[in-house]
């Protein structure tokens, strides 16, 4: 039997101590007096909201809005409840957010890359680009993108980039997939994901490239398959007289917040990837290069799985704010989480618990977004991404 010490502590008192830290009685009292302040607050709001009629709580979400929103994903009337609208909002917000994260990546690794470029020139425009973009307010950049899509020419007058793309003033037309057999295509989305399951596993098998060009050509075969089966089929928007019928359309306020958001945040991007990538000693480039790698190699390789410590957290950090950036929509017209949440609280009156709905729903989002990137952070990020 082991004798315990008169000057030992108490076998919980560690577990108290980080709870309470070195001063337990102030951190009681601190605590006991937060929660009679939000009480007394709490108790305050809640006779304010008595005294003009408004009965506190969320069963308001089951009462019909009354309004009409310009841009829904899902099926949306006046007649819907206001917890309908607020996931009309939040679908909204996600696509735009997703859509901007995936786009801003895009370019900000192509503006990362060539701001490296030994091409003097190539690398001063990246340079007033990037300096550009990031000392200017992103509001004022919406405003700029949302004044420019307005300004395109009417529809009969559509602008016509690429076959099957068109700009105008009414919105933004794309080519679209449409699905004729759901069933058949979900069958194939099915069997595609267990044969890319199968290349994954056998992936430390195969070399990169290799496993790229396999990937690639599942996905080729599986949509070859589904078309010729008449599955899916393209839909391309015509212009017809004074509109554009067919494929898929986007208003000018998701356009102009989609390329303020992106644009804004591939400035950035680029700033982290080339930081990402001159964080890798010099020396290691050489000794790959007189190993007999060519460049993409060493990038892939070597590199890129060293840059990616310095790059995935930045970039975690960067998809947050573009996430929360999304909220200044109500700026420029787009039906977003933050403005139907502002019209709920202004029908309703139920301003406190709309915010603590809001609040709920984007702390959600960047929780969800931050234990996302962490796990790839440790997954790949530390122990490289190359086999």
Known sequence: MTAISPDAPAPGAPLLKNLLGERPLTQIVLFVVLVTALGLLGRAMVSNMARVGITPGFA??????????????????????????????????????????????LLGVALG????????????????YVELIRNTPLLLQLFFWSASFKALPATRQALEPLPGFYLSNRGIYLPALQIEDGRMVATAILAAVLVL??????????????????????????????????????????LKGFNIAGGLSLTTEFGALLVGLFVNASALIAEIVRSGIQSVPRGQWEAAESLGLHRAQIFRRIVLPQALRVITPLMTSNYLSLI????????????????????????????????????????????????????????????????
């Open 60 to 105: 308001f979400l089951s009462r019909p809005t009354n309004f009409g929103i310009g841009e829904t994903l899902i099926a949306y009337s006046p007649e819907s409840s206001f917890a309908r609208a607020i996931l009309v909002g939040l679908l909204n917000t996600l696509s735009v957010s997703i859509a901007g994260c995936v786009l801003a990546t």
């Open 113 to 128: 890359m060539a701001r490296m470029s030994a091409n003097p020139l190539l690398s001063s425009i990246v340079r007033a």
């Open 197 to 238: 399951f199968a290349l994954w596993r056998f992936r430390r098998r195969m070399s990169g490239t290799l496993a790229g060009a396999a990937t690639l050509a599942v996905l080729l075969l599986f949509a070859w398959g589904l078309a010729s089966a008449g599955a899916l089929r393209a839909d391309i928007p015509v």
């Open 324 to 387: 929360k950036n999304s909220s200044l929509a109500v700026a420029i017209g787009y039906p977003d989480l933050v403005s139907i949440i502002n019209t709920a609280a202004n029908q309703t009156g139920q301003a406190l618990e709309t915010i603590l709905i809001m609040a709920s729903i984007y702390l959600t989002i960047s929780l969800a977004v931050s234990y996302a990137m962490n796990r790839y952070n440790a997954r790949h990020a530390l122990r490289g991404l190359a086999r």
